[in-house]
């Protein structure tokens, strides 16, 4: 028996001494059939996710007759920390994305037959690792009432209780949070065509960051602009308009406490016999550090690019840590100057949180909260952020002690503004995706990407092959 396991691990697994001697053809071959291969597991996977879900609708349809069930078109808040998922659509490699344990929930309950016939719309399609505090999708969903008393105000108010039904369901870190009915006169309102504003916030430590030169940055994107350097560009799917609005775009303090910090002069007194070189300009540092406040980037815009809000806040990043000044936005909005994107990192995706979608439905109508619904999410989320809270401080303990160690074993390190500078702020390398080059080079003498006009004339060819 061991010596038939042995024949066989050596038939499966081909050494690399055995790669390299393979005849090209062979490993063109061997190549093909790794990729059908791989194909074909991604079909089955898929396909097991598809029969999942038909499973768990043809068991409910045993229960329920769906045409005897009443339909209503309503609007449905959805909050989900995305730092675990893999985005919010449906993706055939996985299943741990938004929409899948979306409709999940959603078919298990048998609130809707199938996605194909809800008439489902989402307003925006966040990327793997990103948040929203409301994302809001349009969908039909089964109703205790017939179409003519469902917008009496009993009606609504006894309605069935979908976020609370959904939220049984719903795995961690996803949650339903209200519902808004949608009149009957506007059979076809959509979460995604019909909203008029969105808006994202990016959230980041402050360190030394210089967050009045990324403010006066801000105010460069404000309006209607070309911001084909500010995204990725996904011509491959059709998208060759990159001209977008932005209403508003401004960074401030996440506790309102902070504030003080930047309106308010403050002093540190210290008594003593006599100091050391830099003494008490390497405790400020530390004591800096200690207090370093959590701020926010907020940006309102009617629509946004594949990654543009991450692609501006890599930028900001770069402005706020002065290797590029705030007229650097400009220079990358002139897209007839600088018609090609420098190359540079974006911003991490976890920070990043679909915060607000706006509508015009709101002036008329009101969302619908549940208060055990809502008391349930809050004492949720109230454990949650203890627990984070409790890591938090754990590894800032840890942090302050390895700090204060490494500064005594190493005082020369603050002989000079540049080193105590690299020693004490490191809180935002982590923010900026990629390599971290030793020289910084400026935006504007990098290698360039391919231009919009060379990206299009390159899928026009690949689509001719």
Partial sequence: MN????????????????????????LVEKFIQLQAHNIQLKNIISKKMTNDLQCSSEVNQNKFDFNKCHYRRVLLKIMYFGWDYQGL?????????????????????????????????????????VSAFSQVISISLRSKYPPSQQNLTDSIETEMQYCRILNRILPKYIYAVAWMPIPDDKPEFSARFDCKKRQYRYYFPRSNLNI??????????????????FCKMDVGNGVT????????????????NDKHDETSMYCLEIDG????????????????????????????????????IRCIMGVLILIGQGHETPDI????????????????N??????????????????????????????????????????????????????????????????????????????SFAHIKCLLQGVKPKVYTPLLKRDKCSSLEEKIEFFKKKRKI
């Fill in 3 to 26: 010596q038939l396991a042995t024949k066989r691990k050596k038939q499966n697994n081909i050494s690399r001494e055995e790669l390299v001697n393979m005849d090209k053809n062979d």
């Fill in 89 to 129: 659509a449906v993706q055939e490699d996985t299943t741990e994305t938004i929409e899948h344990h979306l409709f999940h929930a959603l078919m298990k309950s048998c609130l809707i037959r199938n996605r194909e016939t809800s008439q489902y719309h989402r307003c925006g399609r966040t990327d793997k690792g």
């Fill in 212 to 229: 009045d030169s990324m403010r006066e940055a801000c105010t460069h994107i404000i309006g209607l602009k070309d911001f084909r350097n």
């Fill in 241 to 256: 308009e990159f001209w977008r609005e932005i209403f508003k775009a401004n960074i401030f303090p996440v506790n309102e």
């Fill in 273 to 308: 016999n006599a100091f050391l070189w830099h003494q008490i300009r390497c405790i400020m540092g530390v004591l800096i550090l200690i207090e370093t406040s959590m701020y926010c980037l907020e940006i309102d815009g009617n629509a946004f690019l594949w990654h543009q």
């Fill in 329 to 344: 936005i400009n220079e990358l909005l002139d897209v007839e100057k600088n018609p090609r994107k420098p190359q540079y």
């Fill in 346 to 423: 974006m911003a991490l995706d976890i920070p990043l949180n679909l915060f607000h979608c706006s509508y015009d439905l709101e002036e008329t109508s009101e969302w619908i909260y549940d208060d055990g619904n809502i008391k349930s999410l809050i004492t949720t989320l109230q454990g949650e952020w203890s627990i984070h809270n409790i890591k938090t401080t754990m590894i800032r303990d840890a942090l302050q002690h390895l700090e204060a160690k490494y500064r005594k074993n190493n005082r020369e390190l603050c002989n000079t503004d540049k080193e105590r500078e690299n020693d």
